[in-house]
């Protein structure tokens, strides 16, 4: 039963491209959570999903970010133009129904250059 | 704004000793509250969990204390192992909005020294 997987583990970017993050939740999990830790920092909410719907979104900043959780696939964090201040550890987190207890990812390390 | 505060950045100790990490609030709306242990490369695992019913906690080797006239809580960790050196995050989360949003403090770097 493998836990939730995200990919890649490790991405380098240049100023000005896109990212992708994917993340594949758990078996029989439909709810999903990313979150964002910047060095030095903790964990920052950013999205909630359930399939095909975005239920808060209170945490992504306004321009450039997106995310999605289409009905068959894993679930996407698109952030475009991306800027050195993007440079963070992304996790994602998935549960079998609203609340917490969620199991997170070991995440996406972006590195923009 | 930040709402959870864990104001040491790291704490060492003797392995079997008891280690206290702390955290504190400002938010009186949070009623349920969770610790969890970082280790490098990894996600954050879920440890221990408080409602703002309840004033402890136990499981096994850990406790979490909740004095919420100070928004307070701590985790105690008896006795410490040196498994148990890794970043801990307390997190907190308003019932209200029912998305299981939870809001993290900075965290602290527990490390036990064999």
């Known amino acids: 039963n493998a836990g939730v997987m995200q990919n890649p583990r490790h991405l380098v970017r240049r100023r000005g491209q896109e990212a992708r993050l994917r993340c594949s939740p758990m078996?029989?999990?439909?709810?999903v959570y990313w979150y964002r830790q910047l060095p030095e920092e903790g964990l920052k909410f950013m999205v909630y999903?359930?399939?095909?719907?975005?239920?808060?979104e209170s945490g992504m900043p306004k321009e450039r970010f997106s995310a999605e959780f289409p009905k068959e696939g894993p679930s996407i964090l698109r952030i475009q133009q991306v800027v050195r201040g993007d440079s963070a550890a992304y996790f994602c987190?998935?549960?079998?129904?609203?609340?917490?207890?969620?199991?997170f990812g070991s995440g996406t390390r972006l590195t923009v250059v | 704004d930040q709402q959870v505060k864990q104001n040491s950045p790291s704490l060492s100790v003797q392995e079997g000793r008891i280690s206290i990490l702390n955290c504190d609030y400002t938010?009186?709306?949070?009623?349920?509250f969770l610790w969890y242990k970082k280790y490098p490369a990894e996600g954050p695992t879920f440890l221990i969990s408080?409602?703002?019913?309840?004033d402890k906690n136990e499981d096994g080797r850990f406790t979490v204390f909740l004095n919420k006239s100070a928004k307070h809580l701590s985790l105690h960790i008896v006795p410490s192992q040196p498994g148990d050196s890794a970043v801990y995050f307390c997190?907190?989360?308003?019932?209200?909005?029912?998305?299981?949003?939870?809001?993290f403090g900075q965290g602290t770097t527990l490390q036990v020294k064999p």
């Open positions: 997190a907190a989360s308003a019932d209200s909005s029912n998305t299981g949003k939870l809001i």
């Open positions: 999903l359930q399939k095909e719907n975005i239920i808060d």
């Open positions: 078996k029989g999990h439909s709810h």
């Open positions: 987190a998935s549960s079998v129904d609203r609340g917490y207890g969620y199991t």
């Open positions: 938010n009186s709306m949070f009623d349920y």
């Open positions: 408080i409602s703002s019913i309840k």
